[in-house]
């Protein structure tokens, strides 16, 4: 019961807002401690894991990249198509992103969107062209949020995906033999679900950002900037 | 065969150029110790294979005492402006969106191929192997078109990077926290605790243990890949599938995805919730988790519905 202890003070360092990097420290240090390891074990533990799970940060090698042709004009580019497009709306332009991400990551390509692929070269600047000023953090935090979602609510309808497989092997240790097929079709009413519920909230966001409009501008807005 | 190494190479590299551009960069006021920070991540992707557990250890110490000290700095060396860009952007037109589809192109082409062909690459790390192409195909091609200075790309990654910060090794600082708790036994405690929370004989109530149980479990430890184990074997496996004979692939399926529901409650998924935040400027450190709260709690709900609905049809 004791080893609980480096979950309360997770939970206590994100609420307290303290640098999220000493918070974890502190957890692994008083989890191992109350199990009985000593300081050069924790950080032996730590150390392999480390090493372990380089592959969640391969993904800033894109980075060159991104920020090469935002400097050639990236967002810019992005931003002036949904200026071109009419009737282009934060609500229908994340609508549309979020049905390509859940249909993409539902055939296992998961990698080829994601916060530093499309989200900030891409999505966001082209929400935030569609928002007003005043909403434009709100609308490039919902192109993140809606990344996550499509993604989220996609993946595993896929076969091969890692939940997927931990879930098939899990199964199996308890005798429980289940295909990944048999697994991934009950993905599919929560995909709908997420769907239609995140798409209702983007069409309410989109209300919100039109209220918002016609309460700055007492008069018609003007359509050259 | 081509192996994640090629990936640690790729990326290591490209760290060791941040920690010499850092290095040089006089308008960072904490330049030695922020060039210190990249160099040990270098360090990590080039060597971490050879330092064994303990060295890997000390290397995360080292960043930890940079980064939770508040020594890792930015520069204020300034981008391109903002009337370039839009020059530059007018001039090129819709063409400069190519090279930004090179990469999720060769992403999609190099899984599928390395898939066909599995003696080429690790079938298993074929995206990420393909990624790692796929930039390099990318990096290649903008210096043949757009020809930038040798330095640019790096110059310009470097800021963005910057911009990033310490939260650029905050998810692979909480997957290794996952393993500390793992090897403590983390899992087992919390699954005695939960145990004790379900309601005898009421199948509704034994549902919703489970699927809260998913979603607030992924919340504490940001992954609902750790979360499952543990909920499946106090709840899923003895109670719904056993005891009341439910489907066993509805609620494995269901339960997990109820489990993403706290993914996108949670701090602690960082690389979802927080890198975004800081990738897209955001003002807000848990504004990307606020906007999807409002979608989460609702797909809880109706997780749970699911499971209760279609599992015990």
């Known amino acids: 019961m004791l080893v609980l202890i480096g979950i309360v003070i997770i939970v206590a360092g994100f609420v307290l807002r303290f640098n999220p990097l000493l918070v974890i420290a502190a957890s692994a240090l008083a989890t191992g401690l109350a199990a009985g390891m000593s300081p050069v074990e924790i950080l032996s533990a730590f150390g392999k894991a480390f090493n372990d799970s380089r592959y969640v940060s391969i993904i800033w090698i894109v980075l060159p990249v991104i920020a090469l042709l935002e400097r050639f004009g990236l967002q810019e580019r992005a931003r002036a198509l949904v200026a071109t497009m009419r009737g282009a709306t934060v609500g229908r332009l994340l609508i549309g992103y979020m049905l390509l991400r859940q249909l993409t990551a539902a055939l296992g390509l998961v990698s080829i969107a994601g916060p530093a692929q499309t989200v900030r070269p891409l999505v966001a600047p082209m929400a935030q062209a569609a928002a007003p000023p005043e909403a434009s953090e709100e609308a490039r935090a919902m192109a993140a949020a809606t990344d996550n979602i499509g993604l ?18 899990l199964l199996e240790g308890y005798g429980i033999m289940l295909e990944p097929l048999q697994l991934s079709v009950w993905a599919i009413p929560s995909a709908i679900a997420a769907f239609l519920i995140h798409g209702l909230r983007l069409i309410f966001f989109d209300r919100r950002l039109r209220r918002m409009v016609s309460a700055s501008s007492a008069g018609p807005v003007e359509a050259s900037e | ?34 060039a210190m920070f990249w160099a040990l991540l270098a360090t990590s992707f080039l060597a971490g294979d050879y330092l064994g557990d303990l060295g890997n250890g000390l290397l995360v110490l080292g960043l930890l005492g940079i980064a939770g000290t508040g020594q890792l700095g ?65 990096l290649a091609a903008c210096f043949a078109w757009l020809r930038p200075g040798h330095a640019t790309p790096f110059r310009d990654g470097h800021r963005l990077m910057e911009q990033v910060g310490w939260a650029a090794i905050l998810p692979q600082m909480l997957a290794s926290l996952g393993a500390v708790f793992a090897a403590a036994g983390v899992g087992q405690a919390v699954g005695a605790v939960i145990g004790d929370a379900i ?3 009421s199948l509704l109530g034994a549902v919703i243990v489970y699927g809260l149980g998913m979603a607030l479990f992924t919340i504490v430890m940001g992954n609902a890949f750790a979360a499952f184990p543990v909920m499946a ?27 993403f529901c706290g993914t996108l409650m949670t701090p602690m998924a960082a690389n979802f919730n927080l890198v975004p935040a800081a ?16 979608t989460a709690v609702p797909m809880l709900i109706v997780n749970i519905a699911f499971i209760y609905w279609f599992g015990f049809r």
């Open chain 1, 152 to 169: 989220f609510f996609g993946e595993d309808m896929f076969l091969a995906i890692g939940s997927i497989l931990l879930m098939k092997g």
């Open chain 2, 1 to 34: 065969m081509i192996t994640l190494a090629f990936c640690y190479w790729v990326a290591g590299i490209m760290f060791a150029i941040f920690a010499i551009i850092t290095a040089f960069d006089s308008s960072n006021a904490k330049r030695w110790t922020s």
């Open chain 2, 74 to 138: 930015k520069g204020a060396q300034p981008g391109a402006s903002e009337a370039d860009k839009r020059a530059q952007a007018a001039m090129r037109g819709n063409r400069i969106f190519l090279p930004a589809l090179i990469i999720p192109a060769a992403a999609l082409i190099g899984t599928l191929a390395f898939k066909h062909w599995p003696t080429i690459a690790d079938p298993k790390q074929a995206t990420l192997i393909a990624l790692a192409f796929g930039v390099l195909i990318a």
């Open chain 2, 199 to 201: 309601p005898h004989g």
């Open chain 2, 233 to 259: 074997g106090a709840i899923g496996v003895p109670i719904l599938i056993h005891q009341q004979g439910g489907d066993p692939a509805v609620i494995a399926a269901i339960g997990m995805l109820a489990g």
């Open chain 2, 279 to 294: 990738l897209l400027e955001l003002k807000d450190r848990y504004g990307v988790i606020r906007m999807q709260i409002g």
